[in-house]
C-alpha cells in the first residue's frame, strides 16, 4: 500500500533546535527555518561533500540577533553556544593579520609562536558522535580585509583550508555563517530617520530591504565572493512587541541564572512600572536589542548582584524593584 508522506515531520534533532531557538530568538523565523532546514538537509545527506554543508549569510541593522541566532544554534545542538570557531573580522583589517587564522609560514618570525585558529585536530575535538560537524562564525565581514575576502573564497567552494604548516585543513564538514551590517545606513533612510533596527510602521517592505542590503553587499564584495554563497537571509527590524518579548526572556535567563550560579531561590519581580521604565529606556533604534539588554544589566542586575554579594539577600527572598518619582527602588520581601 502507498504511504503518504507528511511534508511537515521533521528530527527529534530539528524539534530540539526549534524549542531552543523559540527561548532564545524573537521575531527572525526566516533565519531559525534556514539554520533548520541546514540541519535536516546534513542529516538526510542530501548536500555536496565537496563543499562546505552550508554557506549563509546573514544582513541586517545591528542588535538584531544575529550572532545572537548562532550562538543559539550552537547551544541547541551541542549544549554550549561557544562551541564553534568564531571569527570576529574586525580584528582582521589589515592583510598581514591573517597569520592569525592560518599561522605564520616557515622562515618568519613567529613561526612556531603563532598557532593557526583552525586545524584538522581542532576540527576533531569539535564534531561530535551524534553531529559530524561543526559551526564556523565570522562575524561582521565587511569589516575584514582583502586577504580574508580572498581566503574564504577557497573555503566557500572548495571546503579546504591550507595553514602556514602546509597542513590542508578539511572544511567540507562546516556550517559557515557570515554576519554582517552592510547596508544599514541605507535601510535606515528607507524606515525613517533614527529607525535604525526598529520597525518605523513606513518606507519599506521586507522585499525592498532585502533589496537595498543585497545591492549594499554587491558593491563591497566580490562577485566570486556573492557566487559562492548558498542563502542570504534577510532578518527583520525589531517592534517594540518584540523588545516586550526580549525583555520577558532576559528576565527568565536572569531568574535561572541567579538559581544555578547562587546555589539559592531568590525572586525578582520588576513592578509594571519598573517594567515600562526599563523598556523605555532601553528602546534605543540605535543600539536595536543590545540597548535592552545593558539597561537590564544596569537596572535588574547589578543592583540584585550586589544585594547578594553583600549578603543582604537570604534563601527564598523576593527582590521587588518598583519605580517612584521616576527613580528605581528595591525592596526585600
Not at 113 to 141: C, H, Q, R, S, Y
Not at 211 to 231: G, L, V
Not at 302 to 331: H, K, T
Request: charged residues 25%; contains cysteine; proline residues 3%.
Amino acid at each position: 500500500m502507498p504511504r503518504k508522506i507528511d511534508t511537515e515531520a521533521v528530527s527529534e534533532q530539528a524539534k530540539v533546535l526549534r524549542a531552543k531557538f523559540a527561548t532564545r530568538i524573537i521575531g527572525q523565523s526566516e533565519a531559525t527555518d534556514a539554520l533548520t532546514i541546514t540541519l535536516e538537509k546534513y542529516l538526510s545527506g542530501f548536500y555536496d561533500r565537496r563543499r562546505p554543508i552550508a554557506n549563509l549569510l546573514f544582513l541586517g541593522p545591528t542588535g538584531t540577533g544575529k550572532t545572537s541566532t548562532v550562538e543559539a544554534f550552537a547551544e541547541g545542538l551541542f549544549g554550549d553556544r561557544n562551541k564553534m570557531f568564531k571569527i570576529n573580522c574586525g580584528e582582521f583589517q589589515q592583510d598581514h593579520e591573517i597569520a592569525k587564522i592560518l599561522g605564520s609560514p616557515p622562515g618568519y618570525l613567529g613561526h612556531r609562536e603563532t598557532t593557526p585558529l583552525i586545524t584538522n585536530a581542532k576540527i576533531a575535538g569539535m564534531i561530535t558522535f551524534d553531529l559530524g560537524f561543526f559551526i564556523l562564525l565570522l562575524d561582521e565581514i565587511e569589516k575584514s580585509s582583502d586577504s580574508l575576502w580572498n581566503l574564504l573564497l577557497g573555503i566557500l567552494d572548495k571546503g579546504t583550508l591550507t595553514l602556514g604548516t602546509c597542513e590542508v585543513v578539511d572544511l567540507s564538514k562546516a556550517i559557515i555563517v557570515m554576519t554582517s551590517n552592510i547596508g544599514s545606513k541605507e535601510m535606515a533612510s528607507k524606515l525613517g530617520q533614527d529607525s535604525l533596527g526598529f520597525c518605523s510602521g513606513f518606507g519599506a517592505t521586507k522585499d525592498e530591504l532585502l533589496d537595498t542590503a543585497m545591492s549594499a553587499a554587491r558593491r563591497k564584495f566580490q562577485p566570486e565572493f556573492i557566487n559562492r554563497i548558498d542563502q542570504f537571509v534577510m532578518f527583520n527590524t525589531l517592534t517594540r512587541e518584540n523588545i516586550e518579548e526580549i525583555y520577558e526572556l532576559e528576565l527568565t535567563a536572569l531568574r535561572m541564572q541567579i538559581s544555578m550560579q547562587a546555589k539559592m531561590h531568590v525572586l525578582v519581580e520588576p513592578s509594571p512600572a519598573a517594567r515600562n521604565a526599563v523598556l523605555k529606556e532601553g528602546y534605543d533604534p540605535k543600539f536595536g536589542a543590545r540597548f535592552l539588554k545593558r539597561t537590564i544589566e544596569k537596572r535588574i542586575t547589578l543592583p540584585v548582584a550586589r544585594a547578594m554579594a553583600s549578603g543582604q539577600l537570604n534563601n527564598m527572598d523576593c527582590v521587588v524593584i518598583d519605580v517612584e518619582a521616576g527613580q528605581f527602588r528595591y525592596w526585600i520581601t
